[in-house]
């Protein structure tokens, strides 16, 4: 019913910046949150940040001060702006959002990923 397509990773060099976005598409009845994730091979999946719907940001401890999130409800949509890139960045990032759908309560939906990679 809702699709996310995840864009903007890449290769950056250690102490670079890069910019994800996050579009969501399809049936939507109401967003309750968007939340970046990110999962390294071998590593269980991590959070990373969160922006809910008329609440306030929260962020991994891992990287605040360096990331941030942000959304535009027009376009359905989030970014996460990523600064001060370390090897430990590298991994797939995967958006998620929850949708209240009535009685069947939030309903989460998952994008592909988009890969990143911090090279020294």
């Known amino acids: 019913q809702v699709q996310l397509v995840e864009s903007g990773g890449g290769l950056v060099q250690i102490g670079g910046s890069l910019k994800l976005s996050c579009a969501a598409s399809?049936?939507?009845?109401?967003?309750?949150?968007m939340t970046w994730y990110r999962q390294a091979p071998g590593k269980p999946r991590e959070f990373i940040a969160t922006?809910?719907?008329?609440?306030?940001?929260q962020y991994a401890e891992s990287v605040k001060g360096r990331f941030s999130i942000s959304g535009d409800s027009a376009k359905n949509t989030i970014y996460l702006q990523m600064n001060g890139l370390k090897p430990e960045d590298t991994a797939v990032y995967l958006c998620?959002?929850?949708?209240?759908?009535?009685?069947?309560?939030?309903?989460?939906?998952w994008g592909q990923g988009t890969q990143v990679t911090v090279s020294s």
């Open positions: 998620n959002t929850r949708v209240n759908q009535g009685e069947d309560g939030l309903v989460p939906y």
């Open positions: 399809g049936t939507i009845s109401r967003i309750y949150d």
């Open positions: 922006l809910p719907t008329g609440g306030t940001t």
